[in-house]
């Protein structure tokens, strides 16, 4: 592949050089290029994107799983056997660690292929112009000679010379180090040696535009651009997740606890009298039996399973630990357009100075309908008065709309988009008002609440605003302000979105006016009222979410009135005291009563950042949705920023760990399901490793304390947990959702993974399974067995425990009988396989003695089996028993809450 053209290479650099000139270098023009120019371009000089980071390879994911405490030990133990002679013992090792690390790198590096897979399948989208036309497409298509399109929020998609633009400021802190916003100008005079920094004529790929509008031609991409060139040193050694950190701590405790039995152990044999070698290759098989060691490999599994469930409901997980952490928060604060409604605005109402209120028909884009009163065609007047607000809102515009080509062509803010669909119902020229030359703009930013446009109009000019009507009204003159700011809340309270529109005519020669002098002393236009309708599943999703435990909060820039409407639809708050303004947030409110309010309105985006942080000190897990540039600090505070995929600015997906694709309510509660299903995974996965290795414990204290013979040998419990477990754990970790898991409670924010219930599970199921070994097995030596066949018995009672005991794991609150078995094939395989292995290893000769195992009898092997059996009746009474304790304690709890009232 050749390198991308570049206007470097016609001799120029873009910075220090005029527009014309840039776009004459790249054989292209202010109109952008045509598709079939594009496609050659692309064709001859590549995507435009970097490198992408490969992932691991498989031999390095098998050596990752040999960097192990345990592992080594094993290695070690291994090295002594052939130093001992026994040859036979360092083999058996040597497969057991083999097929274990076979397991967990065929998991991990399967998982590791899928996400990246996934992150593959998230499309950057940008605006360009193809064929004179402004259209969405991949920033991969991008060539060197188009000319794209920005807005406040947008990532830069390649490097770009400025054409125009209005002002525009850029975060160049990823490229430069710069923190400050770097204001930019397409007529600035920059010196070819100008540093990176100091290029202010140029946008960099990589950077974000954090206000503004701007229209700029690729000149260089994909490795030719200035991040390409120092790509490798912005790259940063993977964190690990902070679950990953718990679950290591986890670990090394259960590594104290295993040091302290194996100590005892060894002392206790020493002064039995026993072989130290024998000793030795004790320990380490008991240390095996009681650190989980398939517990890293199962948790990846777990998360990247929850990764791709996720994503097929429409939620892309950006950062690992998010799949977990969505599942724990209490409260999600959510924006309302977009995400809570359909973000398809329509102008459904229109109140016009001294003339009343208007009707809009028509749905959506849709350009099928017509302005009315009272059922009737406006007068001349009236139309005429129409015709100048819809001309205002046409003006002051950035939305690209083509009527013959629908929703396809359509681009931009859907309040833009809205008032585009407007002047086509009102019958304006929208070309003829397009060619009308703009002299300046100011866009639309979150902090001032308004835009305004200055236009040539012959030789005068005009400018036109819009914006939040308690912004516009003081700006205009010859009008009751009262009385037009009771007009608006009497069009919110229909739960109607309200923009005023204002404008004026400046005779005087245009080099005399400046835009930002002339905001004064406007003539108000009217009022327009936007629809914007609830999402059919926000109510039920909204409805969820409260019965999962998780408090929904709307954070809205809608007028108040407007936002208790709609919050009212969704069954979210009722009366005027659950809304908090973002006045009131300003002038200061108390946490207790910002966490206590359920609509938040009128509020800047850089005030999420203070909803949040209320919510965190009123001991609240928080989630946040956002789509603008200035929501990304939010998004970051919060401990689960989502981003909006489809409407969300590129700023703000960088900064959330999900994007939701859809941009939809429902798909967060989505993903809050499968979050806590990723979890509970987690926890069955600990659940049945800890509840076996303490079964293997407790077998061994009673057998030493009881003078019997050791019940197993270190290769019985190597056997027993590398190899007929170790598929059993991986494959629990893919169990599907429960199916009530919406209407538990979160889990509290400090609750350890071994909290009081898996303490009691694994107590109970461990004691009773070591118990009724040991009683076998005492048994067996009792009436005369051989210690090689009774251990060959016990052995076989051991993995059928096991077997059973991972069903019993599938849930830590349903009976094991009501999870059906078509949930998870996976894990059926893998009991009939642990099976399979161990009866097969009986008849291989080499294996079996190095086993010292011999084939069981069927009519024993019943019996044993319905012995292990049992722990499904043991556990069953268990699990009905906290039942009956919770739901007793519910009780208590309601009566003492009837009490109190």
């Excluded at 045509?34 to 692309?42: F, G, L």
Aim: proline letters at 5%; aromatic letters at 4%.
């Amino acid at each position: 592949m050749t390198d991308g053209r570049t206007a470097e290479a016609s001799g120029h650099d873009p910075h220090a050089t005029p527009p014309a000139e840039v776009l004459a270098g790249l054989k292209a023009s202010g109109d952008g290029l045509s598709t079939a120019e594009a496609k050659r371009r692309s064709a001859e000089y590549g995507p435009n994107a970097l490198p992408a980071p490969s992932t691991r390879s498989l031999a390095a994911v098998i050596v990752s799983q040999l960097r192990s405490p345990l592992i080594y030990l094993l290695i070690a133990a291994a090295g002594v056997s052939v130093l001992l002679g026994e040859a036979d013992d360092a083999i058996f090792v040597g497969l057991a660690l083999a097929l274990n690390t076979a397991i967990g790198a065929h998991q991990e590096h399967r998982a590791e292929v899928r996400t990246a897979a996934l992150r593959s399948s998230v499309r950057t989208m940008t605006r360009a112009l193809r064929d004179g036309v402004v259209a969405r497409i991949d920033v991969t298509d991008l060539v060197p000679g188009d000319v794209v399109v920005l807005e406040g929020g947008d990532r830069v998609p390649a490097d770009l010379r400025l054409l125009r633009g209005a002002d525009v400021r850029t975060d160049e802190s990823s490229l430069t180090g710069e923190s400050a916003p770097v204001e930019k100008s397409s007529e600035a005079v920059v010196p070819a040696e100008a540093s990176i920094g100091d290029r202010t004529t140029m946008l960099h790929a990589g950077t974000t535009l954090m206000k503004g509008h701007a229209v700029a031609v690729v000149t260089a991409t994909g490795t030719k651009t200035e991040l390409g060139r120092i790509a490798g040193a912005l790259a940063h050694a993977p964190i690990p997740p902070p679950l990953t950190l718990r679950l290591e701590r986890f670990g090394r405790r259960l590594g104290y606890a295993a040091v302290a039995v194996v100590t005892a152990l060894i002392a206790v044999r020493m002064l039995q009298g026993a072989e130290p070698r024998e000793t030795f290759f004790l320990a380490v098989a008991l240390a095996v039996s009681i650190i989980p060691e398939g517990l890293p490999v199962a948790v990846t599994v777990a998360l990247a399973a929850a990764t791709r469930r996720m994503a097929r409901r429409n939620v892309i997980v950006r950062h690992l630990p998010a799949v977990e952490g969505l599942g724990s928060c209490t409260v999600v604060a959510t924006d309302k357009t977009g995400t809570l409604t359909v973000d398809s605005l329509t102008a459904v109402r229109l109140a016009l100075p001294g003339l009343g209120a208007f009707d809009v028909t028509g749905e959506g884009i849709m350009t099928e309908g017509e302005v009315l009163r009272d059922g009737s065609p406006p007068t001349d007047d009236a139309r005429s008065a129409v015709g100048r607000l819809v001309a205002a809102g046409a003006l002051c515009n950035d939305a690209s709309f083509d009527p013959a080509r629908g929703a396809e062509a359509a681009s931009g803010d859907t309040i833009d988009v809205a008032l585009l669909v407007l002047a086509a119902k009102a019958g304006l020229d929208r070309k003829a008002l397009a060619a009308r030359e703009r002299l300046d703009h100011m866009p639309f930013e979150a902090e001032r609440r308004f835009a305004a446009v200055l236009t040539a109009d012959g030789t005068a000019a005009r400018v036109d605003a819009k914006g939040a009507v308690e912004v516009i009204a003081p700006l205009c003159t010859n009008i009751d302000e009262a009385a037009v700011i009771a007009e608006a809340e009497a069009m919110a309270a229909r739960g109607l979105r309200v923009l005023a529109l204002a404008g004026k005519r400046i005779d005087r020669p245009h080099e005399e006016i400046a835009l930002a002098d002339e905001l004064y002393g406007l003539e108000l236009l009217g009022l327009a009222g936007f629809m914007d309708p609830l999402r059919p599943e926000a109510r039920e999703a909204v409805a969820a979410c409260r019965r999962a435990g998780v408090a929904v909060k709307m954070v809205t820039g809608d007028h108040p009135v407007t936002a208790l409407a709609i919050a009212r639809e969704l069954g979210l708050a009722a009366r005027r005291e659950e809304v908090v303004t973002g006045a009131e947030l300003a002038a200061g409110l108390s946490p207790e009563r910002v966490a206590s309010a359920t609509v938040f309105a009128r509020v800047e985006p850089l005030q999420k950042v203070a909803i949040v942080e209320a919510l965190q000190d009123a001991g609240h897990i928080v989630a946040m949705t956002g789509d603008g540039v200035n929501d990304a600090p939010a998004l970051q505070r919060a401990d689960i920023g989502i981003a909006m995929g489809r409407g969300g600015t590129d700023a703000a997906r960088e900064a959330a760990d999900l994007v939701l694709t859809d941009d939809d309510f429902a798909s967060i509660v989505a993903g809050i399901e499968e979050g806590r299903a990723a979890y509970a995974n987690i926890r069955k996965v600990i659940y049945l490793l800890l509840s076996t290795g303490a079964a293997e414990v407790v077998l061994f204290v009673l057998s030493i304390a009881h003078g019997l013979p050791v019940p197993l040998l270190p290769v019985h419990l190597l056997w027993l947990n590398l190899v007929t477990n170790g598929g059993q754990d991986v494959a629990l970790a893919l169990e599907k959702r429960e199916p009530d898991l919406l209407s538990r409670p979160p889990r509290a924010p400090d609750e350890p993974l071994l909290d009081r219930a898996m303490i009691r599970q694994v107590t109970v199921s461990g004691l009773y399974t070591g118990i009724v070994a040991y009683g076998v097995f005492a048994w067996l030596i009792a009436t005369g067995t051989e210690e090689a066949e009774a251990r060959n018995v016990l052995l076989f009672l051991m993995v059928s425990f096991e077997n059973v005991q991972v069903f019993n794991c599938r849930s830590e609150t349903r009976s094991a009988f009501r999870a059906p078995l078509s949930a998870n094939p996976t894990l059926i395989a893998a009991v009939f396989f642990a099976q399979g292995v161990h009866l097969g290893a009986a008849h291989v000769p080499g294996l079996r003695e190095v086993l010292q195992v011999a084939p069981v009898s069927s009519d024993f092997r019943i019996g044993l089996f319905l012995i292990a059996a049992s722990l499904l009746a043991v556990m069953e009474i268990e699990k009905g028993l906290r039942r009956r304790a919770e739901r007793a304690a519910e009780r208590a709890a309601s009566f003492r809450a009837d009490g109190d009232v």
